[in-house]
């Protein structure tokens, strides 16, 4: 499989260039995209020199890393400097950042090689990548199915090895619940972990931006790359970043692992809860002490997200006039007001639309104690029942997704049957904590995906874990047909 | 609370959106379901409890008034969809 | 007819002498041509953050203690949504029930 660290060990030992080998993923990416709309833009040429920069790099021994010369794709809501970025959006179909996000700064400086920008929801609104603006991503396990959302870009990149890794964004799920319906390891670290400048905001204080990738050894060093403290983002935590890599091999023996019972009931599909409940038996078979737990406040995280997350996004789009930057339609307007409308409403797709106007409304006048308000109080709750649950246990296990990956078309008649995808992923965002995402098996050749959630800032612990029920199970090692054929 | 066409034509015209009557109608139908769904958080007493902003609480980090030009100056110029040399230009204000 | 009490508020404004901008680095020399003193920050470019200068902050209290205001130990910030074209993110970074000076 080829994963950051077995590249790395090639790359390093002299066995293949950075060159060679972004030249096999550009040569692949032309060949799978058509099928799968996983890019939206491919950087050819500044990755084959990034790549060459790196080779220079790797030859001089000169300060090397695990990412030095390893291709590795973007999803399209983080700027890049120079390379189109369009959040899935119509509105900046043609933008050009004038500057790099922090993240992208640091996979630079580590070597990386940026090989382009991947599809999504626009604005990251969406569990399906039906609400892109380019078209939906396609499963690579089943391409009559979505990928999830809102990084389905990302993670139908990774899951058909169009990449080593990925960075994607997490605001209710967005890394998580992708990574689950494609097989693959996605982590949403604690709110603070990693820098937010230059991740195009959708909801300021639940966005996030983590790694989408081929094992769990890859997320821990792709995560200790990007984050940490960052002066250009205030709500950075100035706090170490441990050495994830280095704890992952500890086991989870005397580990405390609760399992919520709210998270079992309704709308869990049968079948991935007995994938659940198994992969709770191989837990306690590697050594960790199992229990049932509560959290009582969990039905009311989706409507509680519904509120804060439209609220927030209202203004966050609010840039996108027109003025600036990105599209301006209406040309010949004669009126600064009417160039404002036409652009935003031919710009902005319907279900971005839904959440202006929703947030918009929830702000609006002689609202906003009713639901703004009311909506932050209820975040407190759920926030406290997972303090309160983490004097019990080290981590929380559930499932990530209700059900495996569902076909084109089946959920977008009811943007309420949409938004249940997230129920599992959401609270994490609210009470800001981290949460993996790790395969645990298969329901009709579709991948399940198990998530863990921890404590403020202890994604070592649920990165341990993680790693130590990979390396018991198979099933990261699986790899979706597809007709696809593997790079030397 | 049921939300009307109206009231979607109001919001609409606060975040500068156009929406055709047959669009309004259908947002307002879309928009006041999810607001009678999010409406059961009214189940929960919440007078006591404090409001959370932000799930972490950053210290509020600033920084020194030292400085720094940026060298975009240029490329942020250059995304104007309409300018006048260095100036971005927009359709009359009033009128 | 009832007699009316006349109630006048006034709404003052001051710029600072800082040497950058409130909330990027950009410098405020006076005189510069137009758009020259910008940045991602302050044009509201997607993605970008605004970080408080701290000596603003410092000026404001001073000012705020010059006139006989409380100050907050705790402040926030807030967003006031409208659009117009010398309002790049179409919202000002303001503040609404949590300032940082009062009853002065």
Redesign the interface.
């Known amino acids: 499989m080829k994963t950051i660290h077995a590249l790395a060990k090639r790359l390093q030992a002299g066995e293949v260039t950075s060159a060679a080998l972004t030249e096999q993923y550009l040569a692949r990416i032309a060949e799978l995209n058509p099928a799968l709309n996983a890019y939206l833009t491919v950087a050819g040429d500044l990755a084959m020199a990034d790549a060459r920069t790196a080779d220079d790099r790797l030859r001089r021994r000169a300060d090397l890393t695990p990412l030095t010369g390893v291709p590795i794709a973007i999803k399209d809501v983080?700027?890049t400097?120079g390379i189109r970025?369009t959040?899935g959006s119509k509105i900046?179909a043609d933008?050009?950042?004038?500057?790099d996000?922090t993240v992208i700064a640091r996979l630079r400086a580590a070597g990386a090689v940026i090989l382009g920008k991947c599809n999504m929801d626009e604005f990251a609104m969406g569990s399906s990548n039906e609400h892109s603006a380019f078209g939906p991503v396609k499963n690579p396990w089943d391409t009559s199915r979505i990928p999830g959302g809102s990084s389905g870009g990302p993670a139908a990149a990774v899951a058909a090895d169009c990449c080593a890794a990925a960075l994607g964004s997490d605001t209710g799920g967005s890394i998580r619940q992708p990574a689950s319906h494609c097989g693959i390891v996605g982590c949403k670290p604690?709110?603070?972990r990693v820098s937010?400048?230059?991740?195009?905001?959708f909801a300021s204080?639940l966005d996030q931006i983590g790694p989408m990738t081929k094992d769990v050894r890859d997320a821990a060093l792709l995560l200790e790359a990007i984050a940490g403290f960052d002066?250009?983002?205030?709500?950075?935590?100035?706090v170490p970043v441990p050495s994830y890599q280095t704890e992952l091999e500890r086991g989870v023996r005397g580990l405390k692992i609760g399992v919520p019972k709210e998270y079992f009931v309704g709308g869990l599909d049968p079948e991935v809860a007995a994938c659940i409940r198994s992969a709770i038996d191989t837990m306690k078979a590697l050594g960790a002490e199992v229990s049932d737990i509560s959290l009582p406040?969990t039905?009311?995280a989706v409507?509680?997200y519904?509120?804060i997350a439209p609220a927030e996004a209202?203004?966050n789009?609010?840039?996108y006039?027109?003025?600036?930057?990105?599209?301006?339609a209406g040309?010949g307007?004669?009126?600064?007001?009417?160039?404002?409308?036409?652009t935003?409403?031919d710009g902005?797709g319907p279900e971005v639309?839904?959440r202006?106007?929703?947030g918009?409304?929830?702000?609006?006048s002689g609202y906003y104690d009713a639901?703004y308000?009311?909506?932050?109080?209820?975040?407190?709750?759920i926030?406290q029942d997972f303090l309160t649950a983490f004097n019990a246990v080290d981590a929380i296990l559930t499932p990530t997704a209700p059900t495996t990956a569902f076909r084109f078309g089946e959920k977008t008649a009811d943007?309420?049957q949409m938004?249940l995808s997230d129920i599992y992923t959401i609270s994490c965002?609210?009470?800001?904590?981290p949460g993996v995402s790790i395969p645990c098996g298969f329901v009709n050749r579709l991948p399940v995906g198990l998530q863990l959630i921890g404590r403020?800032l202890d994604e070592a612990t649920l990165l341990r874990i993680a790693y130590a029920y990979e390396q018991a199970t198979p099933w990261h090692t699986q790899q979706p047909e597809a007709g696809i054929s593997q790079p030397s | 609370m049921a939300i009307t066409a109206e009231d979607i034509r109001y919001i609409a015209e606060l975040a500068r959106l156009h929406l055709a009557p047959e669009e309004a109608a259908r947002y307002a139908e879309h928009a006041g379901r999810i607001v009678e769904y999010v409406a059961q958080l009214n189940r929960l007493a919440t007078a006591s409890v404090e409001p959370t902003a932000h799930a972490v609480e950053a210290a509020g980090f600033s920084r020194e008034d030292l400085p720094r030009p940026s060298d975009a100056a240029a490329a942020i110029l250059a995304n104007a969809p309409a300018r006048d040399g260095d100036l971005f230009t927009v359709p009359k204000v009033l009128g | 007819m009832k007699p009316y009490e006349p109630v006048i508020g006034l709404e003052v404004h001051a710029q600072l002498l800082t040497q950058t901008k409130i909330f990027c680095e950009c410098p405020t020399a006076f005189g510069a041509p137009p758009n020259n003193q910008i940045c991602p920050v302050c044009t509201g470019q997607p993605g970008a953050l605004p970080v408080l200068n701290r000596t603003a902050v410092e000026y404001a209290i001073r000012a705020g203690l010059a006139l006989n205001c409380r100050i907050a130990a705790t402040s926030v910030f807030a967003r006031k949504n409208y659009f117009y074209p010398d309002l790049p993110k179409g919202y000002q970074i303001s503040q609404y029930d949590r300032p940082l000076c009062q009853e002065g």
């Open positions: 983080i700027v400097k970025t959040c900046l933008y050009l950042p004038p500057y996000a604690t709110y603070g937010r400048y230059g991740l195009v905001a204080s002066p250009n983002d205030s709500t950075a935590l100035n406040h039905e009311y409507p509680c519904y509120i209202s203004a789009l609010a840039r006039d027109g003025v600036r930057f990105g599209l301006r040309n307007a004669v009126s600064l007001k009417a160039m404002y409308g036409a935003r409403t902005f639309t839904l202006i106007l929703l918009t409304y929830v702000l609006s639901y308000r009311k909506a932050q109080q209820v975040r407190t709750l926030k943007p309420l938004y965002n609210l009470a800001g904590l403020p």
